[in-house]
């Protein structure tokens, strides 16, 4: 395949949540908003996208890809970023996301996949890439798709 | 604060600068430096994972249109792009130029081996793009050397009676690791960084790494400013990179000759930025892309695409026709996950196949458009990239699409799936096809931004050249139409799409340039 490089840092921090920030605004959404924390969305977030619940998934939870994703990207500092978190929960007048069963949640993010409004699909493609990329970044999620990694033994890059 | 003097400061060390600045230097004795925005990493550096090696690319991979929807890979440091791509390649493609010569009026660059082009002795585009190809040690690759994934695009086209060609290479004792794309750690690859990088070295050239470039310096002239030289700001060294050859802080640099070669995003950028007349409207308009569209296909057995050398055959079958490429490709894991679309149990059904999965790509050679376009923002401190498939290339790429997808059936493949999430398919949440019969569904496709991924490594065209200033920013010799003393001369001087992948194009203009300076030299330098 092709190189298919999207979802960094750069990316959402211009993107999504930028975009996701000015629906908010726009939408008033604010009074009776559900009281979940932002790390609870994202928590739910990625384990919508990540099968936590298939056996040969490496034995991590939801909240150490949520952990990674934060530790790489910056993303929860991000005010633009939150907000759009609080946008993406708020799944109707009576449900968060985060309120929802794993085959409600599965369903809403399925609606944004496919939304006709650009930036909603925005923010399915970016979380969905930096879930993808904090988690197939971790040898241990390589040996379930026989993928044996870097030929070459060396240490990380110098941070 | 760091003072440089210089005959000539050439800005970019990708496929163009380098190639430029060890032609400058082979018999002129001109005091030639070399900045780079990157960072200096050698093959001790690379690591083969895919997360480290984001550090090798522009906004770390993460560069991309405004919408977010189409990623433009490309690489940010010594190098460029040579340093990050697949070897891929291709000759100049002798109809593109041609087009050139016709439609923009361009001069020079003869494909004829004996032309002395400004009447400078063995100067030609076809000696040129020679030299290249044989500094880089451009070559098919071996019938053993073809993997898997290789083996069943090429048996895929076969059947189908579609021609299939092996990709010229430009490698030397390749050991088919399958890490092209995050650098080369054991220099096999004969991008810039070992080539011609290494005989500007012994040429005399000073290289300049983390050195952004924030402006040229532009004094009035006779008829039109001139620039003088440019100033910019080094960065610290970074964890890893070879040492710089100054200390971090400001620079200011003078030159008599001031060569940009950044690539079709930083270099229109870098003008703009500069105040570069634009009375035309012409810097960064008509950006080309080459959109790529990725495919997967699960077979029975395992191929493991990842290892070997990654893109041995292509088809340009329908190139005459069509304007696209297919070429076999493949990618590690992370980049895969993004292109197989979809998410949750399907999702990881599908990368748990990873090994049993071969991969393509649709490449189109894309008809410019004016509103796709490239844009410095002062606010971001970063270039804006807009881009959408204009209508007359969606039904191409529909037919490329399509044709891929067949070529993975007539191979064995028990499964094919676009990087899409469009509706094509009735019953399906993404773009997946279990039977060929099903492939004329990919003329529904709309390419709708964030539900089908397209992506570009090939940007072009973005400062172009023509001898006619209403159509170009920089004439045939590469010299600004607005600017004395300026010289553009990489992918994005390109009038519209060269025709194929890129970088031997690129270099054997940057080789051309290169000697056509010093055979010109009273040109530039006479006093």
Redesign the interface.
């Known amino acids: 395949?092709?190189?298919?490089?999207?979802?960094?840092?750069?990316?959402?921090r211009?993107?999504?949540a930028t975009a996701a920030a000015l629906w908010l605004s726009s939408t008033g959404i604010g009074d009776g908003e559900p009281a979940d924390s932002p790390r609870d969305v994202l928590d739910a977030l990625v384990g919508?996208?990540?099968?936590f619940d298939?056996p040969?998934?490496p034995t991590l939870a939801p909240w150490a890809i949520a952990d990674r994703i934060d530790q790489?990207f910056g993303l929860l500092a991000s005010p633009t970023f939150i907000a759009s978190l609080r946008y993406f929960n708020a799944a109707s007048s009576t449900a968060s996301f985060v309120g929802l069963d794993a085959a409600q949640r599965?369903m809403y993010?399925?609606q944004w996949?496919?939304d006709a409004s650009?930036d909603r699909?925005?923010f399915?493609?970016?979380m969905?890439?930096v879930t993808?990329?904090a988690?197939?970044?971790l040898p241990e999620?390589?040996p379930?798709?026989?993928?044996s990694?870097?030929?070459?033994q060396?240490?990380?890059?110098?941070? | 604060m760091t003072d440089v003097a210089c005959d000539v400061l050439v800005v970019g060390s990708g496929a163009a600068g380098a190639t430029l600045a060890a032609t400058l230097v082979e018999r002129s004795g001109l005091h030639v430096v070399l900045v780079e925005k990157g960072a200096y990493y050698g093959a001790e550096?690379f690591?083969?994972?895919?997360?480290?090696m984001?550090?090798l690319?522009a906004?770390?991979?993460?560069?991309?249109t405004g919408?977010?929807?189409m990623?433009f890979?490309g690489g940010a440091c010594v190098g460029g792009g040579t340093t990050v791509n697949y070897a891929l390649s291709f000759d100049p493609v002798r109809s593109m130029w041609e087009r050139w010569r016709r439609d923009y009026g361009v001069r020079g660059f003869s494909f004829d081996p004996s032309a002395d082009d400004y009447g400078v002795e063995g100067l030609n585009l076809a000696t040129c793009a020679r030299d290249v190809k044989v500094r880089c040690n451009v070559h098919e690759p071996r019938d053993d050397e073809v993997n898997e994934n290789n083996r069943l695009f090429h048996a895929g086209c076969s059947k189908l009676g579609i021609t299939a060609r092996k990709f010229q290479l430009n490698m030397r004792g390749c050991i088919g690791?399958g890490?092209c794309?995050q650098g080369c750690?054991y220099d096999a690859k004969r991008g810039t960084m070992v080539t011609y990088l290494q005989d500007a070295f012994a040429g005399g050239v000073q290289l300049i790494h983390h050195c952004s470039i924030d402006t040229l310096a532009l004094e009035p002239g006779a008829d039109r400013p001139r620039v003088v030289g440019a100033s910019g700001t080094i960065a610290p060294t970074a964890?890893?990179s070879r040492p710089n050859t100054v200390a971090p802080g400001p620079i200011t640099f003078k030159a008599r000759l001031v060569v940009v070669a950044a690539g079709s995003i930083e270099s229109p950028a870098l003008l703009q930025r500069s105040q570069h007349p634009d009375p035309h409207d012409r810097i960064g308009r008509g950006l080309i892309a080459h959109p790529?569209l990725?495919?997967?296909a699960l077979f029975d057995h395992?191929i493991?695409g990842?290892r070997g050398i990654t893109g041995s055959y292509y088809s340009d079958h329908f190139y005459d026709r069509y304007g696209f490429v297919l070429?076999c490709?493949?990618?590690?894991?992370?980049?895969?996950?993004?292109?197989i679309p979809g998410?949750?149990?399907a999702?990881?059904g599908r990368?748990?196949n990873?090994?049993r999965t071969a991969?393509?790509?649709v490449?189109l050679v894309d008809t410019p458009n004016d509103e796709n376009r490239v844009r410095w923002n002062r606010a971001?401190g970063?270039a804006d990239i807009s881009y959408r498939v204009v209508a007359e290339d969606k039904p191409r790429l529909r037919v490329g699409a399509q044709k891929a997808v067949e070529i993975m059936f007539a191979a064995g493949a028990r499964e094919v799936l676009l990087?899409s999430?469009e509706?094509i398919l009735p019953g399906e949440?993404v773009a997946r096809f279990t039977r060929a019969t099903q492939a004329d569904a990919c003329n529904r496709l709309q390419f709708?931004?964030?539900?089908t991924?397209l992506?570009s490594?090939h940007c072009q065209a973005t400062v172009k050249m023509s001898e006619d200033p209403s159509k170009g920013v920089v004439d045939s010799r590469g010299e600004s139409h607005g600017v004395a003393n300026l010289i553009v001369c990489d992918s994005s001087a390109f009038p519209t799409s060269c025709g194929a992948n890129p970088m031997i194009s690129i270099m054997s203009m940057a080789r051309y340039q290169g000697k056509r300076i010093v055979g010109e030299r009273g040109r530039y330098f006479a006093s």
């Open positions: 395949m092709p190189a298919a490089r999207i979802g960094r840092r750069s990316f959402l211009s993107g999504a919508t996208i990540l099968p298939d040969h998934l790489l599965r993010l399925a996949m496919l650009d699909r925005r399915y493609t970016s969905r890439s993808y990329f988690f197939y970044s999620g390589w379930a798709i026989e993928y990694g870097p030929l070459i060396r240490s990380g890059v110098p941070k | 550096f690591n083969q994972r895919e997360l480290d984001t550090v690319l906004e770390r991979g993460g560069r991309a919408d977010g929807a990623p890979a690791c890490f794309g750690a964890p890893g790529s990725p495919i997967a395992p493991h990842e070429e490709l493949f990618d590690h894991p992370i980049d895969a996950a993004i292109a998410f949750g149990a999702h990881y990368m748990r990873f090994s991969g393509l790509g490449m971001t970063k990087s999430n509706p949440e709708v931004p964030n539900q991924l992506s490594a």
